[in-house]
């Protein structure tokens, strides 16, 4: 099972700002490298939502209308990090978020918003805005 690895979330008032972390630590991506990274969610209730996403090779970024302006979406390309930087949280940000890593192709013939585009995924992290 290819792995990646998520840190940071948390609890945090409206108005605030959070950092999430996601590390494709895998020797998988070793051997094959990244095409794109995504960001997705999912709020008690609803289903799973598009965020943010990152076109490895040109860092071409990808945001759902509900947080452009807001999340801003990074990479560390030697590291194989991604970020997701979240400021002015609101309490309709409140989910579980969780990264993902893009199939071959992404950014060009698959659709960044999609979670089908994506193969592996994080195992989540809680984010909490209270009002």
């Known amino acids: 099972q290819v792995q990646l690895v998520q840190s940071g979330g948390g609890l945090v008032q409206a108005g605030g700002s959070l950092t999430l972390s996601c590390a494709a630590s895998?020797?998988?991506?070793?051997?094959?490298?990244?095409?794109?990274m995504g960001w997705f969610r999912q709020a008690p209730g609803k289903e799973r939502e598009f965020v943010s996403a990152i076109r490895w090779s040109t860092a071409n970024t990808y945001y759902a209308d509900s947080v452009l302006g807001r999340f801003t979406i990074s990479r560390d390309s030697a590291e194989n990090m991604v970020y997701l930087q979240m400021n002015s949280l609101i309490p309709e940000d409140t989910a579980v978020y969780y990264c993902?890593?893009?199939?071959?192709?992404?950014?060009?013939?698959?659709?960044?918003?999609?979670?089908?585009?994506?193969?592996?995924w994080g195992q989540g992290t809680q984010v909490t805005v209270s009002s």
């Open positions: 993902a890593n893009g199939r071959p192709g992404f950014g060009t013939n698959i659709n960044a918003y999609q979670a089908t585009s994506y193969n592996f």
């Open positions: 895998d020797g998988y991506f070793n051997i094959y490298g990244i095409y794109g």
